[in-house]
């Protein structure tokens, strides 16, 4: 023991560090800080570090090339011993690293800890996010298998939409006219070494702010910060009720870091890795690509914007959107803390919140994809068969062999695209039915040229029986009013 | 010992000047090759090369009247490209010498089309994109046709000129 006191004291009299480290850990903080509200950020940069060690450890396997990359993750998945555990565990450990950075920002924002004088950890911080999701994308890409491949297009798709320069972008993100080995090779060199980069570079001096201007203090109503006032009441604050970070504060941070760090392990050892989905073989065409957890909210959305405003939208709302994120201390630096003055803030935080979970629920179960399979895998039911004429009947194959099933369910069975047709008949008159088929619109394909008349007459027909249990089939109110009139005045000569 | 800080300023400073110039000579010649080497894909140059006239194979492999899935070797690929310089589109032949060539992907955002030729509809996996069996649209978010490549017909083969990913910026 008093040797390696000895050699620690040799060390340091050469590094200089121990001072330094000792006073940073030392320093004073409010004691309203010491709370479990305060660790998601040192969590963050917990997972951060871990991310670091499996990434590298992954990095000694992995093939970065569109020829071996695939294969290489099979590799680890089945044959490197312990492979598919650092597998997960990058994987889940990315899943908590966006959860609780977002946790993180909520809080921080909840309790105005952006404001005088911290607005640059703010803006460091949106950054850090962009980085954060900028691996996060990078990363699924690097999985390289059916999803990212049609992932890429994606990502080329919303940049082809930007005018003048969309072209160029595209071509500068795929390394190349299309998506191929260049493709990954600048994918792999972004998730590796120049995203980590900046992430490194800007978790330092987010970091560095922190420790230089002190934690934020728990918020209190009334209190309100100015920029006259507010670092000599800090210091007031810190000199009269504080208490050293270590081991003080930080104890609660080291205990949820270890939770969540556990957490990573469990989820890693329960659910194992993911992917990699089937190989990056474009000519697999019956691929149905789908996006990792992060991003499904995007994907649901793609699918809602109206056409006519979709460009527009992608092209502006991001950058407003970010551009308020980023910008909100010079806008609102100064003021109320406490979230119970800032109702605004707290119903924003809320509406993020319930607009990024509906639309990812929304997104698995993506309603607006037809079901491929479903005109031969979904049997119509054989109720909506009993006691039917030859034509109904006839029409019913020509429900299914015309693929209607892949938008259009039956008895819950089929695709969601177009509405369900089991009381179809309760809602359209037999004309409305054979103009729909014709003509299409609302989201419908035209099939006047792919259906003769008689499969026309069959498959209304069939149409014609749906109408549920015991409801009165849709009437064309004009034939109605017609009726009525000739019924009153029969006498008419 | 010290004499440095006795001298004049100017003499005593003329190397710093000189060191900030080498070193910007040295930023600017290593930056110009760094730039260029960076934004090259994205040239218009360059991007006026990337498409090569590639052969579908003959025409009698895609019978009059029906589309059929064909695939083409990258004409810009790299040895390290592995399966993904094998590219998919689908071929319309209408009649004698007349194709119609889409690319698979959607002109929504690039996922792979189906072709159903029960109900003469392309459809998108993704977003429920849906396009008649000329290529246009039928319904859903794309906001056009589906992407069509250039084609001709010589000694019997069908070519297309292809070799970039169609985008909304560029078709195919």
Known sequence: ?493 | MDNDVARPPSRRLALLRVGLVLNSAAAILLGIPLVRYFVTPGKKRVMHEDHAWVTLGAIDQFPEGETRLATFRNPFRRPWDGATSDIPCWVRHLSGEKFQVFAINCAHLGCPVHWFPQSALFLCPCHGGAYYQDGSLAAGPPPRGLFEYRYKVEHGELAILAGRLPTLAESA
Not at chain 1, 37 to 57: D, E, K, N, P
């Open chain 1, 1 to 493: 023991m008093r040797r390696l006191r000895a050699l620690w004291e040799w060390m340091d009299r050469r590094l200089q560090l121990a001072a330094p480290i000792v006073d940073m850990a030392r320093h004073r903080v409010p004691r309203s800080t010491a709370s479990w509200a305060y660790v998601f950020g040192s969590v963050t940069l917990v997972l951060f570090l871990l991310q670091i060690v499996t990434g590298v450890c992954l990095a000694l396997t992995y093939v970065p090339s569109a020829a071996g990359a695939w294969s290489s993750l099979q590799t680890l998945n089945h044959d490197v011993p312990a492979g598919w555990f650092l597998r997960a565990m990058h994987f889940w450990g990315s899943t908590f690293m966006v959860g609780v950075l977002l946790v993180h920002m909520a809080q921080v924002f909840l309790f105005g800890a952006f404001k005088y004088p911290r607005e640059l950890t703010w803006m460091f911080g949106v950054i850090l996010l962009l980085c954060t999701l900028g691996m996060a994308f990078t990363g699924q890409v690097l999985r390289f298998d059916q999803d990212a491949y049609w992932g890429i297009g994606i990502g080329a798709s919303i940049m082809g939409r930007i005018p003048l320069i969309g072209a160029s972008l595209v071509h500068l993100l795929l390394g190349g006219p299309i998506i191929a080995g260049d493709t990954l090779s600048r994918f792999f060199a972004l998730h590796v070494f120049i995203v980590p980069g900046l992430l490194l570079t800007f978790a330092a001096l987010h970091v560095w702010m922190v420790l230089k201007l002190g934690i934020n203090e728990w918020p209190m109503p009334g209190r309100v910060v100015t920029r006259e006032r507010y670092v000599r009441e800090y210091e007031e604050l810190t000199r009269k009720d504080g208490i050293p970070f270590v081991p003080d504060a930080f104890q609660k941070d080291l205990t949820a870091a270890g939770l969540v760090v556990l957490a990573v392990i469990a989820c890693a050892a329960f659910f194992g890795p993911y992917g990699p989905s089937g190989p990056p073989d474009p000519t697999i065409v019956r691929a149905n690509p789908r996006p990792d957890f992060f991003f499904l909210w995007l994907y649901a959305a793609l699918s809602l914007l109206p056409r006519d405003l979709e460009t527009p939208l992608l092209l502006t709302a991001p950058v407003i959107g970010l551009a308020l994120i980023f910008l909100l201390p010079l806008y609102s630096g100064v003021g109320e803390k406490h979230w119970s003055r800032r109702p605004l803030s707290v119903l924003g935080v809320l509406f993020v919140g319930v607009v990024f979970a509906a639309l990812t629920w929304y997104a698995e179960k993506t309603p607006w994809s037809p079901h491929m399979d479903a005109w031969s895998g979904d049997p119509l039911p054989a109720r909506y068969l009993k006691s039917r004429s030859p034509l109904e009947r006839q029409g019913a194959l020509v429900l299914q062999g015309k693929q209607c099933r892949n938008c259009h369910a039956l008895d819950g069975a089929g695709g969601q695209r177009g509405p369900a047709l089991d009381e179809v008949a309760t809602r359209l008159t037999e004309d409305e039915l054979i103009r729909q088929v014709l003509q299409g619109g609302g989201n419908m394909p035209a099939y006047a040229k792919n259906l003769s008349p008689p499969e026309v007459t069959a498959l209304v027909a069939f149409l014609e029986t749906l109408r549920g249990e015991h409801l009165a089939p849709a009437r064309d109110p004009a034939q109605l009013e017609l009726r009525k009139a000739t019924a009153a005045s029969p006498a008419q000569p």
